[in-house]
């Protein structure tokens, strides 16, 4: 079970960082986790992936430059670090873990999903 923090309202350009945490007795060892994102009325869509050592990342073209996915396994946690923030990045955003080492922007290969912590841009 995954549980993501650190949402809330920020105005554009301005900065958030997402946290996303196994919940107790759960681990992300081993696990490529990511991120995803759902605007009102929209479908989810990928924001970024990192490998399960933390070596590779992917991201969306619209968040490449701006947002930084990281990850502590010594804190089984990984973090979004979201800069320079547009209205249009408001979403709810949800952490996800696959048991591959490294996936990308398919949500079918994602086995695990967090409930989701939103994230408001006020213009």
């Known amino acids: 079970q995954l549980v993501e923090s650190g949402g809330g309202l920020v105005q554009a350009g301005g900065s958030l960082r997402l946290s996303c945490r196994a919940a107790s007795g759960s681990s992300l060892d081993y696990l490529a986790v990511g991120w995803f994102r759902q605007a009102p009325g929209k479908e989810r869509e990928f924001v970024a992936s990192?490998?399960?050592?933390?070596?590779?990342?992917y991201y969306a073209d619209s968040v490449k430059g701006r947002f930084t996915i990281s990850r502590d396994n010594a804190k089984n946690t990984m973090y979004l670090q979201m800069t320079i923030l547009k209205p249009e990045d408001t979403a709810v955003y949800y952490c996800?873990?696959?048991?591959?080492?490294?996936?990308?922007?398919?949500?079918?290969?994602?086995?695990?999903w967090g409930q989701g912590t939103l994230v408001t841009v006020s213009s």
């Open positions: 990192i490998s399960w050592s933390g070596g590779n990342t």
């Open positions: 996800a873990a696959s048991t591959a080492k490294m996936v990308r922007d398919d949500e079918i290969t994602y086995d695990y």
